[in-house]
């Protein structure tokens, strides 16, 4: 079945540091790829989107491409902010008639001032 | 807007109980799911509604029941808990199939401790 792997956390940074997350993925056709942030005490939100192979997804200075040949879609930003001390999920949707959302382990990231 | 809506928001209960977790959206989204969240697990799906009038299992549906009591409300209750059912439960919804814009809008979760 289809499915989302993402690097094992926690991912400790200091502030103004290089972010890479990586998620790779196994689906059957083409899915559309999301990156969800989790704060803590709170719900997921949706951080950023690709809907089909190229698309870049980007939002609050991170970035995602959609490459349909590594089967991947990994997570990165620049420079990395205390703020941004979350667990990022990694997840696809199905365009069967479902539209399940399946979604990987989650990473924790932890940046120090 | 409200968004999604899970009440409640903590609860404990005894191994056998029963209870039922309520979720409302008011987005007129078509697709509703919930998941468990259990520490390095992610999310897993339990049951999903793709439309009004449908529910389907996810992949861990065993001890949970569902009702789509209408197009705004997905309900899963859980009929006799067991200390495995400890656990973060999210509710979230989404327009569904044909939408071109496919985020799903989360809850803000309910803590559920079995004991």
């Known amino acids: 079945g289809n499915s989302v792997t993402q690097m094992e956390g926690p991912v400790t940074l200091s502030e103004e540091a290089f972010l890479t997350i990586n998620c790779t993925y196994t689906?059957?056709?083409?899915?559309?790829l999301f990156w969800y942030v989790q704060y803590p005490g709170e719900g997921l939100q949706l951080l950023l989107k690709?809907?089909?192979?190229?698309d870049k997804g980007s939002n609050k200075g991170f970035e995602a491409t959609y490459r349909k040949e590594t089967t991947s879609f990994h997570l990165e930003k620049g420079s990395v902010q205390v703020s941004d001390s979350a667990v990022y999920f990694c997840?696809?949707?199905?365009?069967?008639?479902?539209?399940?959302?399946?979604f990987g382990s989650g990473t924790r990231l932890l940046v120090r001032p | 807007n409200a968004g999604v809506t899970q009440t409640p928001k903590f609860q404990v209960l005894k191994t056998g109980q029963s209870m039922t977790l309520q979720c409302a959206q008011d987005?007129?989204?078509?697709?509703m799911y919930w998941y468990r969240q259990d520490p390095g697990m992610g999310l897993r799906l339990i049951y999903y509604?793709?439309?009004?009038?449908?529910?389907d299992k996810g992949e861990v549906p065993n001890g949970y029941n569902v009702s789509r009591l209408n197009k705004r409300e997905f309900s899963l209750r859980l009929e006799s808990a067991a200390p495995s059912q400890t656990s973060v439960y999210f509710c979230?919804?989404?327009?569904?199939?044909?939408?071109?814009?496919?985020?799903?809008?989360f809850g803000q979760g309910t803590r559920l401790t079995v004991v």
């Open positions: 997840a696809l949707r199905e365009k069967d008639s479902s539209y399940k959302l399946i």
């Open positions: 979230a919804s989404s327009r569904g199939e044909g939408a071109t814009n496919t985020e799903a809008f």
């Open positions: 987005m007129n989204h078509n697709s």
């Open positions: 689906a059957t056709g083409y899915p559309s």
């Open positions: 690709a809907t089909k192979a190229d």
């Open positions: 509604s793709a439309s009004e009038g449908t529910t």
